[in-house]
Structure formats: structure tokens, C-alpha cells
């Protein structure tokens, strides 16, 4: 051995040398081994899940149609909002994975609301969406701490805005995630979870169209979830646009005139069944629901007592009250019954066996024919209808008034109301009909139940000489180049069963109503008498009465109802109005749906003085 | 005999060879892991790693120019200084990473713990060398070699830097297995050590803790500790036969792989060069850790037998934990993989040693007078 010194020693050292080389070369055997079993027998799995850390599938949102009123001003469009998603490596609490990012946002003083997380666990590569429409500080957080939050990433995608608001609510409806529930349903294949729907109104409704259909694709990101490589891609296809029947100016009047009360106002036009205005109040606002709304929200929403999230115009209940005595009058003339010169006598009262029926005027109307009872009210003459109608044969009447049944309007959840039949008490209320049942009916009290929006379909009918139309609210639907894809014509669904004269004989009578001495309905007046209408006062009933409960909340006030049409002699526009509790509907209805005419009749000036200066 | 000069007849030039080769391929390594795919500006690191060998291609000649015996008187003076430097560190270092490690000179930043794996080899050797007589060793006399190691050990501890530490430790503990120590002794300081092991677990901080802990369960948590491992052995292990390719490892490209361009290097180079090019890279460390130790046993005295087989075992266990780690049979502790990893200091204080190795080789003919 060269170079050491004594014999011994060099022995000694050699003999280490030996093992030392045994040793290194074992050690590195050792890792040889373990580069073939991670590299070799493992390779393939291995590059799979580097290729999977890497390659994602991205949904790309469509853009959803826009929403026009009839004059194609914009209701409803889309803006880019920023979505935070979290792709994960592994199957881990979504909850955990978000510790450390409101962490980070504590530091700026940013919540995360937790209540809108997703619950459970993830699965690997699935997207979950952590925030919606985030703000730029929290961008800010996130990109700058990119490296400790891996896998979350700014994605940027379509959000639904509402113009109008909580004006147009209940019309429009809003958007939201798939449910679980929604997902089951029979042909939703082409939905996952994460996608947008349309959950009410016309977003629900027409959501096939607006929709329009998400898009995918592959792309290779890095750690931090940036694309770094588009490997391939099928573009999303925006929804349709659609255009209403809707006017957002006299949309807008209506909600002003019913100032923030309780109730619901619908404007139709008579000569088609189109919708010009259909507010609800309480309403609410949509946009709540583009970030995802949270629990509370939700909570104060839907457990409100007031209902914001009902429609009233079709969804709404109430007794018809004074203006159900047309549909009374008509019965009364169709079955022959009565004429316009038959009288009968109002002393205020009316005797039923054991039983006083009263009229509202305590001191009587004395003698009255129809065109009086109409425009003053009188409730005693339509006792004395009511007691020689048939109920059956007056609830034949008020099914071709459109009562009594859906209007078939475009629009999800309408109710069909209720109007009384022998049969109906029988199978109801196991009980026979009584002649005391009819009294209350002839006057819309009782057990009638109808909807704004029937109201104002009826009144219509009288208003255009006769023809029920379908109430619609959709006029076309457009593609994104403004192709016509669908229109909804206007549609027929019956005419009134009354010839021409009796049709006159109401008519005037409600022209009476408005612009004659006595009238009840006198607040509507303009100084030209073109319109014409009816009051009604439905009765708040603070009790159930024969186990058939009515939807009130128990206060004193009546509900105020009011429903007129204009032009008189040419009618273009109707409107119902109803005023939960504003009491009489002379006094608190009829002024919301005059300022609502009003606003029809100055537009139609100033164009016609525009086209005129041409 | 002259003192000064540069023996260059006996330059064991296949030693140099093998040492720059790896720094080369290390370089290679290092601009890919700073490449960047999306056509961004690729990091300089590589252009810094360069410098950095340039420096201690200087210091190396530097070093060789000596005679290490006469560096060794010096050793125990090198120790001193180097510790004051540690403690130098300790009061006004630079923090990064929650880890103090740093005194910045001039514009430079400087390791005081790699000059360290450098003084305590010189000083261990120096130690041994002159008490040579009394051996095997009885546990007294490693006492004093243990303080030289406890004193920079507890110092490097509290950077927090456990990787340096260790490896400082485990120095210690080869040279003492090759300098012989008595059966006995040798069990009663395993005992020892056993029982100081809960001891030293309380005194690790609690990442260190978590490290140690999901070693055995990456999937404790995958986010934290755990997520390196995972990301560093899909990153090996999808390399497969050959490798993705130079500049083509999506999991280093993409950057998935956290501390690519220094802890995790090698898995980076497994990735893009796959099991031939890992083998290749296994076959180049082992080859020049023979190689050190053929220097250490043809070496003309005990003290360059020593020297060199400190060394050896410096490169043969920072070689095997880092890539022990990289392939997930080590727990994560941040240890380098010699003249590959990014560092500029390890590298100066690196090839200084190899200048220090190259002058035992260059005078193993020389007898002694």
C-alpha cells in the first residue's frame, strides 16, 4: 500500500477501504433500486398523475341572452365577473382548503363567507367554485399569494345583471347553480353541477333558449392553476335574446303609483293579450342571487310574511270583490235573466230568511237599474241577482270571463284562482250549496278567489268587444345576428257569450263609473272621459271561515282593487290594480292605475306629435 | 521540498474531470428549471451558478497551491474563524424563509455554515491526526472532537437550518466510525444517542416536526411537506425510460415542483432525463466519491487520508440523503445535493475543498522527510 506509514496500520486501512467501497457502492445500489421502482415499474402511473396535475378540462359559460322590453330596451344582460375556483390534486374538506386563504384575506380585512361554500369534500380535478363575482382586492390576494394557495384560480366568466332590479323582479326572475334536485330531472343530461340556470321568471321559463350551451376546454395549467397551453377547445354558444311584450317605461310608473305598498299591477293591452306592465310589490332584488346568495339572505327572503318573492300579478289570491259584479251583470243579462230597464230596490239591506245582507250605502240607492247598480255599487241589486242566478250557471259565466283557471301567460307558477260550483262545495267542504253561499258570491265576496292578471284578461274581453285573449309576455325570441327564431302570435282562448247590446250595456255602465256623478271610481277621471273601469273592495278576513282559508294577514284594512281600460271608445291599454289593505278601491287603487294611463296616453301624444313635425 | 507552487505534473486530472462534468450537467439542470415555457424571461440563476464556479475555480487553484499540511496548521484557526462567522450570523444575518443564514459582504451573500462543513473536516482531521496514537479511541478522547462538532451543530440548529446540521453530525460520526472507536464505546454512544433522540425531538421546531412526520405519511398533508414529496416522486417517477427531454419535465416546466432549483434538483434532472440519464448521474457521483476515497487511501499521510475521507463522506451523504429525499425514502431536510444544487457558497467552499484534494493527490509520491 503506497503512501502510508506503518505496515499495521496500512493493514487496518485497507480493510476499511474495502468495506467503505462495499458500502458506497451498496448505498448506491440502494437508490439505483429505488430510481427503477419509481421510474420504471411505476413510471407509467406516475407520468398519468403528472399529466393530470397538469391537464384540466374547463367549462367555458356561455353568455346568456339578452332580455328586451318591447322597445328592445335592455332588462337583463351579462357582465365578466370573477369566479375563484379550486381545482384539486386530491380527494380533501373544502372547508380545510380554506383556512389558509381567509388567513390571507384577514390580513386586507376580507371575509369569506363560508356560508356559500360547498359542503363535503372534493374530488380530484372536479372544479369547485369557492367565490363568486369577487372584487379586485380579493384578486389581489390571490394572485400575490399564488404560490401558498395551490390550485385556486381566478377564472373570469359571464354574470347576470339586472337593470331594472327589484322593478322588474318578479317578470324577469333570476339565475342561479343547478340543484341537486334540478339535476335529476329527466332532461337535464347535457347539466352539470356548477352550471347557471334560470330559476324564475323569464329566465326560468325560457332558459332552453336564453341559455345557450357551455363550452369546454383542455388546458395545461401550471402549479398555480395558470393556463399556460390551450390543447383544444369547443366554444360556448350564447343564448337567444329575447324580446318582450313588456314597456320598461310604464313598467316603471306602475311600481312608482303603487309606491313600495303591498299589491300588484298589470297592464294589458286588449286588442292582442300583449303584457305592457306586470309589477308585484313586495319585490326584491335580483342581482342578489348573481354572487350566489347566502344563507341568510335566503333565509330573510323566503320567511318573509310579506312573500317578496311572490308574484302577486299571477300568483296572488284575493276576492274580487266589487269587480266581479261585471261578470254578475253578464250572467244576469246571458241567462236572460234581466235586461238594462229591469229595477229592483236597495233600502241597504237585504233580508235571507234569518239573515240581513248589507249594502255598503246604509241609507239604500232606492230604486236602480243596471247601469246605476254598476256605477254607484250597489250591493243589494246584486243580491237579487245572485239569489236568481244558479251559482253553476254564474261560474259558467265567470270561466268565459278566463276566471276560475290559468290564463295560460308565459310565465311559471300562475294560479288558477277559484270560482264556486255546487260540485267544488260538495268535494270540498262535504256540504250542500246554500242560498246564503250565493249572496256573498254576487258581490265577489265568499269563496272567490281570483288573480290581478285575470282581471284584467276579463276586463279586457269587455274592453275589445268580446275576446278573451291569452295574456303574453314573450313576443319573439332572437339570435344573437337578430334572426327571428320562435315569435308567440297572440292567441284566442274564448269569446264573452254576449251579444253586442248587453256587451254596450256594461260598458257604458263602467263608463259611468269613472265619469258620472256618483261614480265610485271617480279618482281615475280624466278631463277627456276616456277611461273607464270598475272599483272593488275585497274583504280581509280576519278569521277562516268554513275551514277555506283566505290569504290575508290579519289586519282591518280591505284590499283596494281597481280595473279600467282607456281609450274609451278604442281601448289600447287596461290595467288592474290591487292595493293590499288600502281600503276602498275608489280611493287607493283607482289613482295607481290613472297615473299608469296617464303615462300610456302623454307617450302616445308626443309620438304621434313627433310623426306629425316629420 | 518546496512549499509553494503548483504541482501541476501529478493533477489528477480524471478527478477534475468527473467534478466538472457534474457541475456542468448541474448547470444544464439549472437553466431548465428556470426555462420558462410560457415565453417569459427564463431565470438567470443558471448565469449566477456560473460565477459562482468561476469563483471557486480560482479559489480551488487558490488551495491547491498549498501544501495541506500547512493549511492544517492552520486548522483550528479556520475552526475559530468560521464560528465567529456563525455567530457573526446568528446577530446580524439575513433572514429568508424563515431561516437566517446569510451575512451579506460587499454586494455578495455568504454562507457561514458551508465554510463550516469545510473547517470542521480540516479541524476533525487535524484532531485525529495528532492524537493519533492513542487507538482505538476510548470515549474520552472523543469528547473534545465532539465539542467541535456540538459548537456549530447547536449554532447551524438555530438558523434554523436542521440539514446542515445533520450533515455536520453525520461527518462526525464517520469520521469517528473510521477512525476506530472501541466496541463498547461505540454501543454506549448509540445508547446515548437513543435516548438523547426525544430530546432532540423537543427541540425541533414544528415544520421540522411535520416534516419528520409526514415522511411516513405524505398524505397526512398534502399541502404542506407532504405535497413536496408527492410532487417530487410523480416528477421522478414520470421521467420513465428516458426521460420528457431537456426542457420538456411539464412537472419542473409547469413548476410544480417547489425548491426545484435547490433541494429538489434532482428531481427535476430524473424528470427530463429519465432512468437512463438518472443512473448516468447515480454512476458520475459514485464514481468521484471513489475517487476521494482513492485519494484518501493512496494519500502520503494519515492527515490527507483524513482529510480526504472527510470529504468523501460530506459528498457520499449529502448525495445520498438529498437523493434519498428526492425519491422519498429520506425525510425532508433541506440538504443540497453537492456541485449540482444552486449555491454559491457551497460551491466556492466545494471546489476549495477539491483544491485541497487535488494538493493531497498531487503529493502522494512525496515522502515524507
Redesign the interface.
Known amino acids: 500500500?503506497?503512501?502510508?506509514?506503518n505496515g499495521n496500520?496500512g493493514t487496518?486501512?485497507?480493510v476499511?477501504?474495502r468495506y467503505?467501497?462495499v458500502a458506497?457502492?451498496v448505498?448506491?445500489t440502494?437508490?439505483?433500486v429505488?430510481?427503477?421502482y419509481?421510474?420504471?415499474i411505476?413510471?407509467?402511473?406516475?407520468?398519468e398523475?403528472?399529466?393530470s396535475?397538469?391537464l384540466r378540462f374547463r367549462k367555458l359559460r356561455a353568455f346568456r341572452g339578452l332580455i328586451m322590453d318591447a322597445r328592445r330596451q335592455v332588462l337583463a344582460d351579462n357582465h365578466p365577473a370573477f369566479d375563484l375556483v379550486y381545482v384539486p390534486?386530491?380527494v380533501?374538506d373544502i372547508r380545510k382548503?380554506v383556512d389558509?386563504l381567509e388567513e390571507l384575506y384577514e390580513k386586507r380585512g376580507l371575509k369569506i363567507d363560508r356560508d356559500l361554500l360547498p359542503s363535503g369534500k372534493t374530488r380530484p380535478f372536479i372544479p369547485v367554485c369557492i367565490e363568486r363575482n369577487i372584487g379586485p382586492e380579493k384578486i389581489a390576494v390571490v394572485e400575490a399569494h399564488a404560490l401558498d394557495l395551490?390550485g385556486f384560480v381566478v377564472e373570469v366568466n359571464p354574470v347576470r345583471r339586472y337593470v331594472e332590479g327589484e322593478v322588474m323582479a318578479h317578470l324577469i326572475g333570476y339565475t342561479g347553480e343547478i340543484s341537486q334536485e334540478e339535476l335529476a330531472q329527466e332532461d337535464m343530461e347535457d347539466f352539470t353541477a356548477g352550471d347557471t340556470v334560470g330559476k324564475a321568471g323569464i329566465e326560468k321559463y325560457l332558459d332552453g333558449y336564453i341559455g345557450g350551451r357551455t363550452g369546454i376546454e383542455q388546458v395545461?395549467?401550471?402549479?398555480?392553476g395558470?393556463v399556460?397551453k390551450s390543447l383544444g377547445r369547443i366554444d360556448p354558444v350564447a343564448g337567444h335574446n329575447v324580446q318582450l311584450t313588456i314597456r320598461a317605461d310604464l313598467q316603471k310608473t306602475a311600481w312608482d303609483a303603487l309606491g313600495g305598498r303591498a299589491g300588484a299591477v298589470v297592464a294589458m293591452d286588449p286588442r292582442d293579450g300583449s303584457i305592457l306592465a306586470m309589477v308585484s310589490s313586495p319585490s326584491f332584488d335580483p342581482n342578489m342571487f348573481n354572487k350566489g346568495i347566502s344563507r341568510n339572505d335566503w333565509k330573510n327572503l323566503s320567511r318573509n310574511p310579506l312573500c317578496p318573492l311572490e308574484n302577486r300579478a299571477v300568483s296572488g289570491l284575493y276576492p274580487p270583490g266589487s269587480t266581479y259584479k261585471v261578470v254578475v251583470a253578464a250572467a244576469a243579462l246571458g241567462e236572460g235573466i234581466i235586461d238594462g230597464e229591469t229595477r229592483f230596490f236597495c233600502n241597504g239591506s237585504l233580508t235571507l230568511g234569518d239573515h240581513s245582507y248589507r249594502c255598503w250605502q246604509r241609507h239604500g240607492h232606492g230604486w236602480c237599474r243596471l247601469h246605476r247598480a254598476v256605477v254607484e255599487s250597489c250591493d243589494v241589486f246584486f243580491y237579487n241577482l245572485g239569489k236568481l242566478l244558479d251559482v253553476d250557471r254564474l261560474a259558467w259565466y265567470a270561466k268565459q270571463f278566463g276566471l276560475g283557471s290559468t290564463t295560460g301567460i308565459d310565465l311559471p307558477r300562475e294560479k288558477p284562482g277559484l270560482i264556486p260550483t255546487k260540485a267544488w262545495k260538495q268535494a270540498r267542504l262535504k256540504q250542500n250549496w246554500r242560498m246564503g253561499d250565493s249572496i256573498p258570491v254576487s258581490i265577489g265576496q265568499g269563496y272567490n278567489l281570483v288573480t290581478p292578471l285575470q282581471l284584467a284578461v276579463a276586463y279586457s274581453a269587455l274592453a275589445n268587444g268580446g275576446v278573451v285573449w291569452r295574456p303574453r309576455i314573450i313576443d319573439r325570441i332572437e339570435s344573437l345576428e337578430g334572426k327571428v327564431i320562435k315569435t308567440f302570435p297572440p292567441e284566442k282562448r274564448g269569446v264573452l257569450p254576449l251579444d253586442a247590446s248587453q256587451l254596450g250595456l256594461i260598458r257604458r255602465a263602467l263608463w259611468g263609473v269613472v265619469n258620472e256623478s256618483g261614480g265610485t271610481g271617480r279618482a281615475a277621471s280624466k278631463p277627456d272621459g276616456e277611461v273607464a273601469g270598475k272599483t272593488g273592495t275585497s274583504q280581509v278576513v280576519s278569521m277562516p271561515r268554513d275551514g277555506v282559508r283566505v290569504k290575508t294577514l290579519a289586519r282591518r284594512e280591505d284590499h283596494a282593487l281597481f280595473v279600467c281600460f282607456a281609450p274609451y271608445r278604442a281601448p289600447e291599454i287596461t290595467v288592474a290594480v290591487i292595493v293590499e289593505h288600502g281600503g276602498h278601491g275608489g280611493s287607493a287603487a283607482a289613482p295607481v292605475a290613472k297615473k299608469v294611463i296617464d303615462a300610456f296616453m302623454g307617450d302616445k301624444k308626443v309620438a304621434r306629435e313627433a310623426s306629425r313635425e316629420r | 521540498m518546496r512549499r509553494y507552487g503548483l504541482p501541476l505534473a501529478n493533477i489528477d486530472w480524471t478527478f477534475l474531470v468527473l467534478v466538472l462534468l457534474i457541475s456542468a450537467i448541474g448547470v444544464l439542470n439549472i437553466y431548465s428549471t428556470g426555462f420558462s415555457v410560457a415565453g417569459g424571461k427564463t431565470s438567470t440563476l443558471y448565469v449566477k451558478q456560473i460565477q459562482s464556479f468561476l469563483i471557486g475555480f480560482i479559489a480551488m487553484i487558490l488551495t491547491f497551491s498549498f501544501d495541506y499540511r500547512r493549511i492544517c496548521t492552520y486548522a483550528y484557526v479556520i475552526y475559530c474563524l468560521s464560528v465567529a462567522l456563525l455567530v457573526i450570523v446568528s446577530l446580524y444575518g439575513y433572514t429568508t424563509h424563515g431561516s437566517q443564514r446569510w451575512i451579506i459582504v460587499a454586494g455578495f451573500s455568504f454562507q457561514p455554515s458551508e465554510l463550516m462543513k469545510l473547517s470542521l473536516i480540516l479541524a476533525l482531521a487535524r484532531y485525529f491526526n495528532d492524537h493519533r496514537s492513542v487507538w482505538p479511541y476510548s470515549t474520552k478522547e472523543i469528547i473534545p472532537p465532539a465539542l467541535l462538532v456540538a459548537v456549530p451543530f447547536f449554532l447551524i440548529l438555530r438558523q434554523p437550518d436542521l440539514g446542515t446540521a445533520l450533515i455536520l453530525f453525520i461527518v462526525f460520526v464517520s469520521a469517528v466510525l473510521f477512525v476506530g472507536v472501541r466496541w463498547l464505546d461505540l454501543l454506549t454512544a448509540a445508547v446515548g444517542f437513543l435516548i438523547m433522540l426525544p430530546v432532540g425531538w423537543f427541540f425541533l421546531k414544528d415544520y421540522q416536526k411535520e416534516r419528520v412526520l409526514t415522511f411516513f405519511n405524505p398524505d397526512r398533508d398534502p399541502f404542506g411537506s407532504g405535497y413536496h414529496i408527492i410532487q417530487s416522486m410523480i416528477a421522478v417517477g414520470s421521467g420513465g425510460l428516458l426521460g420528457k427531454g431537456f426542457l420538456k419535465g411539464t412537472q419542473t416546466q409547469l413548476k410544480f415542483l417547489p425548491e426545484q432549483h435547490t433541494d429538489f434538483i434532482f428531481s427535476a434532472f430524473a424528470e427530463e432525463w429519465g432512468f437512463l440519464g438518472s443512473i448516468f448521474l447515480l454512476i458520475l457521483f459514485t464514481l468521484l466519491i471513489l475517487w476521494i476515497l482513492k485519494i484518501a487511501r493512496h494519500s502520503r499521510d494519515y492527515l490527507g487520508t483524513l482529510i480526504a475521507y472527510g470529504f468523501a463522506s460530506l459528498i457520499f451523504w449529502g448525495v445520498m440523503i438529498n437523493i434519498g429525499m428526492v425519491l422519498g425514502i429520506v425525510p425532508v431536510v433541506g440538504i443540497p445535493l453537492p456541485f449540482f444544487s444552486y449555491g454559491g457558497s457551497a460551491v466556492v467552499v466545494l471546489m476549495m475543498g477539491v483544491g485541497i484534494l487535488l494538493n493531497i493527490s498531487a503529493k502522494r509520491f512525496i515522502l515524507q522527510s
Not at chain 1, 500500500?1 to 506509514?5: F, Q
Not at chain 1, 411505476?42 to 407520468?47: L, M, Q, V, Y
Not at chain 1, 395545461?220 to 398555480?224: S, Y
Open positions: 500500500m503506497m503512501g502510508l506509514i496500520e487496518e486501512l485497507r476499511r477501504f467503505l467501497l458506497v457502492l448505498a448506491m440502494v437508490l439505483g429505488r430510481l427503477w419509481l421510474q420504471i411505476k413510471g407509467e402511473e406516475f407520468r398523475r403528472s399529466e396535475n397538469s390534486n386530491r380533501v382548503v389558509k395551490p395545461e395549467v401550471n402549479v398555480v395558470r399556460v
